[in-house]
């Protein structure tokens, strides 16, 4: 689901990794349009198109040797998912308005918050690139099913707002902690993120009490 931390999910993987000291490059698909989208993974070059006055790195090659992160995987126009495929499979890659080949050695973490399986079945989504990038799946599951992480979440996300605003709050009342705690929160980490720097605003004592949830 949306929020649910799986960026910070794939930077973990990334930091654990032996590519560590190397780039961690986020490309987020659902933000571009194609044309944006082949420049941004590829590069350009100077002239390539209306606008490309000077050449760009694309974001395969500021990652290799280490971690390309696309999110919302499932939202890649169908041209640009056979792009796409044909990197994955040969390693190599062209930036547009280039006809130099460039090597490219990227670990691969793809995130969406659909059902890539349901959207191979409704033609939305290539089923050869489906099974090329699903060797390992990780399920991030939704706030509402890991409640234990929700007090641990509130006290680091106090402690941020608190550092960033300059405020001395202690903690956040048994009250409200068991309101959030009970809550479902359908925005995820994202929600309870606004409601804590909320909270760090509102209050004027030193303890956050459930008026202001």
């Known amino acids: 689901e949306s929020g649910t931390g799986k960026e910070l999910f794939a930077h973990l993987i990334h930091s654990e990794s032996p590519r560590r000291d190397q780039p961690f490059v986020t490309v987020h698909m659902a933000a571009l349009t194609e044309t944006l989208l082949a420049s941004e993974l590829f590069g350009h070059e100077r002239g390539a198109f209306t606008g490309a006055t000077e050449r760009k790195i694309g974001r395969f090659e500021r990652a290799n040797a280490g971690t390309l992160f696309l999110d919302e995987v499932s939202d890649i126009p169908e041209t640009m998912q056979a792009k796409l495929l044909r990197v994955l499979q040969s390693g190599e890659c062209e930036r547009v308005g280039s006809s130099k080949t460039l090597r490219t050695n990227v670990r691969l973490i793809c995130a969406t918050n659909k059902n890539l399986k349901d ?3 409704l033609g939305r989504f290539r089923e050869d690139l489906f099974y090329r990038i699903n060797v390992i799946l990780l399920e991030v599951p939704p706030l509402r099913e890991r409640r234990t992480d929700i007090p641990l979440l509130v006290d680091y996300y ?7 605003d300059r405020k001395k709050i202690d903690s956040v009342s048994p009250e409200a ?12 980490i994202r929600e309870l993120k606004n409601i804590v720097e909320r909270m760090v605003v509102l209050t004027r004592s030193h303890v956050v009490d459930g008026n202001l949830i």
């Not at 106090?158 to 960033?164: G, S, V």
């Not at 902690?177 to 995820?188: A, E, M, V």
């Open 119 to 121: 959207q191979v079945v």
């Open 158 to 164: 106090l402690k941020y707002f608190c550092e960033r």
């Open 177 to 188: 902690l068991d309101l959030l705690t009970k809550y479902d929160w359908p925005g995820n």
